[in-house]
């Protein structure tokens, strides 16, 4: 009865995400038991625990799945044996857990430059609130273990911190790699890496699900911003309680993904489920939507940036960049409460207030005329030091304001549709679509209540504002 009430609800159009999620689990349950995370202590020899997975782990994981019941606990860790290459579980709950798989590359390998990077660009105190997990998915042993005794011997001191861990799981206990359907005209190998790739990833965010309370997800070639860390606490701060599922913090495929740690059972499902189906960050996409979360949440500037050049996949050539990557990002902009308005044509439903809070998108108007306004209206007047107004996009790069100027408003009124100000005085001209200026203190010290940014002159390019980040004077 549930699967014929299930079946007419797919021809329905309108079928919520949160259908097709449980209905994955349940699914899912035919192919793994829920229950409790097995770990391989540290101690024991690699070969035997090799020789084991094979053996005894096979026949107790058979026997666990015969006498599994049909209650799906999808807040528990899925039950996965692993292996550790070095170090320990820390003792204490972490704030950020951080997870980094990786393979064998053909030519350069990034993962110590990408380890050296993270804790280079951390504080001692950010350091003490984050652990580090490598996950390296080869399924030669000999190749993991001289990886991992070169990880401890550059980064020994935060192995012994419990903040750097390396981990490994056997090959018996993956779903088959051959044979798989050739989603997108794919070539069989291409298929079968990713589809590894997502198993990867789902065995690796499961070991993550009970070490801290936000998962970072990396690449083993990126770079970190400085302070990284701390820009994440003030981002993750900034949503005020907003439901999330997942905050970004770089635009590059599934680098800089955050997650609750208490989401990680279910993210472990989701990519075993699909692991056949398609790449890895379109099924985070996909999750994030199941979720309930519709839009994306990227914080901008970009926190880490691509370094590699060249592909775990073959060896081929890859130099993709965040050009909204900062290596130094300073403090998140303060953006005081406020109305934002304007008289340009909105797209769609990219609304001017988007541009200025954190996280929510950018605003996308139809080619503005001399004239025209985008207005931010504060609550109560500030006293502003810094002012930086980004228009276009990296995949829009010609919707930015050829031409305008940055105005500061007083005297707060009520216009027949929206709120204004009575005077407003020149700040300064945008450059190639942007304007930045520190020390607004020095062009006046008195309170503001607008900022506007005005038109002037025609475009035929549509205007994206992708930020406004506003900074108020300290201590008022």
Known sequence: ?????????????????????????????????????????????????????????????????????????????????????????????????????????????????????????????????????????????????????EIKAKFGSHVGAGRLLIIQCSKDIYPTLEGLKRNYNDPEERVQFRSKQNVDYAFLVNFCSDLSDHYLMLEDDVLCAQNFLSSIKRSVASTKGSPWTTLTFSKLGYIGKLYRNADLPKLARFLLMFYDEMPCDWL????????????????????????????????????????????????????????????????????????????????????????????????????????????????HKGDILHSGMVELGRGKAQEKSHQDCKSYAQLGPFNSGKFEMKNVSTFTSEPIECVRVLVTGDQIDWLIISDVNIWIKTGK
């Not at 159009?13 to 097995?38: C, E, G, N, S, T």
């Not at 101690?43 to 209650?71: H, M, P, Y």
């Not at 050539?317 to 403090?331: M, P």
């Not at 909105?346 to 080619?367: C, I, L, M």
């Open 1 to 149: 009865m549930i699967w014929r009430t299930f079946a007419r609800c797919v021809r329905c159009r309108h079928l919520p995400w949160l259908v097709l999620f449980v209905a994955a689990i349940l699914i899912l349950q035919h192919r793994m038991d829920v229950h409790q995370v097995k770990r391989v202590e540290p101690s024991q020899d690699v070969a035997r625990n090799e020789q084991n997975r094979s053996g005894e782990v096979g026949r107790e994981c058979l026997q666990r799945r015969q006498n599994a019941t049909a209650e799906i606990e999808i807040s528990q860790p899925l039950d996965i044996s692993y292996l550790y290459l070095a170090g320990t579980l820390p003792k204490s709950r972490k704030y950020l857990s951080i997870g980094i798989s990786s393979v064998r590359r053909v030519k350069e390998n990034y993962l110590l430059d990408t380890l050296q990077s993270i804790f280079e660009k951390s504080s001692d105190v950010e350091l003490e609130q984050m652990v580090v997990v490598i996950y390296l998915a080869e399924f030669d042993v000999s190749w993991s273990t001289r990886t991992a005794a």
């Open 284 to 395: 985070l996409e996909l999750f994030r939507k199941a979720e309930a979360q519709p839009h994306e949440m990227r914080f901008k500037p970009s926190l880490f940036q691509h370094m590699g050049t060249y592909s775990s996949f073959k060896g081929k050539r890859n130099q993709l960049k965040d050009d909204e990557f900062r290596e130094f990002v300073g403090s998140l902009p303060d953006n005081p409460p406020a109305l934002v308005f304007t008289d340009i044509q909105v797209h769609e439903q990219h609304s001017p207030g988007k541009a200025y809070e954190f996280g929510t998108g950018h605003f996308w108007g139809k080619s503005p005329r001399k004239g025209n306004y985008f207005l931010v209206v504060f609550e109560r007047p500030v006293e502003i030091s810094e002012i930086y107004i980004w228009t276009g996009s990296p995949e």
